[in-house]
């Protein structure tokens, strides 16, 4: 493969997840969560790293100047998105993430088509493949791997499906659908707490650390039995009154997690060790 083939494979196997969760986000925008989180992690790294090796070999100031601009364009564009999440924009998150894609898929072509081969002109292959190598080394450091913000862009995913479920007026039929969307995403929530993300920080975290871990997963069984039944066994009555209820829990319960453990597992997890952890817990929300 050529070093031009190379980035081009590179950016189809970003590109191609992102459109799977634009178009996810489309048919739902609650699942903007997904479409943060993985750009939070994929996407800006890849910027990042750009900017310090290709751009930086590139000799028209101008041409890099704009698509320094365009990454900072792209990244505020994620973070209007995951602000929306937090309000129930549904509307804004919609329209924002068709902008962020169309944005995105002209981004690449103009590194495809102008940046590499300019590049290429100059530059040996085996020059160009350093370059890439490098690229590639600079975007695994740039991993934020937040497993802090990847679980608080899910409770909010949750809290928009609750809030749905309580909009005025809304039809028994909808709010049945929500309760069941819901409930998959709190239980896998609580799933990948216990044995993926819990269990990680166990490993590192002195025994003084653990004391908040135990009261959370405590509150997990609370709250795991007030959404047990499924669907099928629910009437209109409990629907409503176990969504009251799981309303004044979750609030206590996740604003712990975000201020307190979240925070401290971001902290005291080695950079590459967060890294899996990140992906394992992405890959785990994304099948609910
Ligand atoms: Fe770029
Ligand atoms: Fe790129
Ligand atoms: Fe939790
Ligand atoms: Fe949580």
Same mark, same amino acid.
């Given at each position: 493969m050529t070093t031009m083939e190379k980035l081009h494979a590179h950016h189809e196997k970003l590109i191609g997840t992102i459109r799977e969760l634009v178009e996810r986000t489309k048919a739902d925008? +609650?699942?903007a969560s997904l479409l943060v989180s993985y750009c939070g992690e994929f996407l800006l790294a890849h910027a990042e790293a750009e900017e310090s090796t290709l751009y930086n070999a590139d000799a028209n100031a101008e041409f890099v100047d704009k698509m320094v601009r365009e990454h900072r364009e792209i990244k505020e564009l994620l973070e209007s998105i995951g602000n929306a999440l937090g309000t129930g924009g549904a509307s804004l998150i919609i329209s924002e993430s068709a902008r962020f894609m169309e944005l995105l898929n002209a981004h690449f072509l103009e590194e495809e088509n102008i940046l590499m081969p300019r590049l290429s002109n100059k530059m040996s292959e085996g020059e160009m493949e350093n370059l890439i190598t490098e690229a590639h080394r600079v975007e695994g450091e740039k991993k934020r791997s937040d497993i802090w913000s990847l679980f608080e862009l899910d409770h909010k995913r949750i809290d928009l499906n609750m809030s749905r479920m309580r909009?005025?007026?809304?039809?028994l039929d909808a709010a049945r659908h929500y309760y069941s969307r819901m409930r998959g995403q709190l239980l896998k929530h609580i799933e990948l707490e216990e044995t993926v993300l819990f269990p990680a920080f166990e490993e590192h +975290?002195?025994?003084?650390?653990?004391g908040p871990v135990q009261v959370m997963i405590s509150e997990h069984r609370e709250i795991v039995s007030i959404i047990s039944p499924s669907l099928e066994d629910i009437d209109e009555e409990s629907l409503r009154s176990r969504t009251d209820l799981l309303i004044g829990k979750l609030a206590v319960h996740n604003k712990k997690e975000e201020l307190i453990l979240y925070p401290m597992i971001n902290r005291t997890l080695q950079a590459s060790h967060r890294a899996r952890v990140f992906k394992e817990s992405f890959d785990g929300l994304a099948a609910a």
């Open positions: 925008p +609650a699942e909009m005025p007026g809304v039809h +975290a002195n025994p003084g650390q653990m």
